[in-house]
């Protein structure tokens, strides 16, 4: 510890999935600093830029530190490269007693490695999600495994993940179940009163008041697919399915916000973009996609995050992966795993479409992950460690 009456965290983050889930946290630390002993400091290292800077406005969040790591066609080794070089400058003179991390990033896992080096304690957020495929997803299963075996606070966000880290050794002790932090950065979100300015193209699509079916307005389904692993024949099999359904289904309308990089750029625009019933928009701030969460029918995602937050908004989840690392959604009945098969795609996305009791079933299936107070859990578990 810094002194008798202060602890000291450091929070570090890069992306824009890393940004939403700890913003609760970021907020409840910064609530007790003001109430107790407790100092907290943000680090960001950019890893994603303009996608972070947009969660950071949204929340209100202005960092201590920003390392502006992120580089054009950056891989994975040269970001950790240059978090573990830029990060530890940072620690060596703020001496944290805790460096908060989040998540299965890259700049995850080399803040943990670079904390280590210098004996600074870790506390993971989201510790212990598992496919047990170290190239599935890649390199995010790799990132958190070696996150987990470094930290000293596992705060797990379900009981499943919980029994995961003690199955390879952690200690009970140091694991506490909270829920996702998500939960509580949706919820939030989800409560602001917000419609897409005219001059936003969320304007123009055919939203209608109850997000379901009518004599006027299509079905909405929000699409998102960029993983890494689906990059080539995953991702155009996946785009061949979004095809299929937008060709054979105008009761639909396709609503897909596309990653940046180029190797889903590419295939996406070729297969959807002379679709009537797809639009196709340029990343979205999280204000617009929690709106069209609230506004669409389903989700059909690659996404760890959509599949956590879209059952707590009641949309049904068709994951376009082979495996999750969160199987409590598919066993609580919100999420199922459809993989990259465009005939398996297009047939279960019809089967909601058509069946409304299987529709109503996902949807009204209770989320398992989490009621909006993790964060509470993760800071009062820190200052009770220290």
Not at 242 to 258: E, F, G
Not at 300 to 319: N, R
Not at 341 to 361: F, G, H, M
Request: proline share 7%; glycine share 4%; hydrophobic share 40%.
């Amino acid at each position: 510890m810094t002194n008798n009456a202060t602890v000291k965290v450091l929070t570090v983050f890069g992306t824009r999935p890393e940004a939403i889930k700890l913003a609760p946290v970021v907020h409840e630390l910064q609530r007790q600093s003001e109430r107790s002993g407790l100092h907290s400091v943000v680090c960001v290292t950019a890893q994603h830029r303009e996608m972070l800077d947009q969660v950071l406005d949204l929340f209100h969040i202005a960092p201590d530190v920003d390392l502006n790591l992120m580089q054009e066609a950056q891989t994975p080794t040269q970001v950790a490269a240059r978090v573990l070089v830029g990060l530890e400058p940072i620690l060596e003179a703020e001496r944290p007693d805790w460096v908060l991390v989040q998540g299965d990033t890259t700049t995850v896992m080399a803040t943990a490695i670079a904390a280590h080096h210098l004996h600074i304690k870790i506390g993971h957020v989201e510790a212990g999600l598992r496919t047990y495929d170290k190239m599935n997803p890649f390199p995010e299963e790799m990132n958190r495994v070696v996150a987990d075996a470094i930290s000293d606070l596992h705060f797990a966000p379900t009981q499943r993940a919980r029994e995961n880290l003690l199955r390879e050794g952690i200690l009970d002790a140091t694991v506490r179940v909270t829920g996702n932090t998500v939960i509580d950065a949706l919820l939030d979100v989800a409560r602001r009163p917000w419609t897409p300015p005219l001059e936003s193209p969320l304007a123009k699509l055919p939203i209608c008041a109850d997000s379901q079916s009518t004599p006027t307005a299509p079905r909405i389904i929000l699409v998102t697919a960029h993983r890494r692993e689906s990059f080539g024949s995953g991702l155009r099999d996946i785009c061949t399915g979004l095809q299929n359904i937008a060709m054979t289904r105008p009761d639909v309308h396709l609503v897909y916000p596309v990653h940046l990089n180029p190797n889903v750029q590419k295939p996406v625009h070729e297969s959807l973009d002379h679709l009537p019933n797809v639009t196709l928009l340029p990343p979205l701030d999280y204000l617009s996609l929690v709106y069209l969460m609230k506004h669409c029918y389903l989700v059909l995602t690659d996404s760890g995050g959509l599949q956590e937050e879209a059952p707590s908004l009641g949309k049904p989840v068709l994951v376009l992966r082979a495996t999750t690392e969160r199987p409590e959604a598919i066993e609580a009945g919100t999420a199922r795993l459809v993989g990259t098969n465009p005939a398996t795609i297009v047939s279960e996305t019809c089967r909601l479409l058509d069946d409304q009791e299987e529709y109503t079933t996902m949807a009204h299936a209770v989320n398992p992950f989490g009621d909006g107070h993790a964060a509470e859990r993760i800071v009062a578990t820190l200052m009770g460690a220290s």
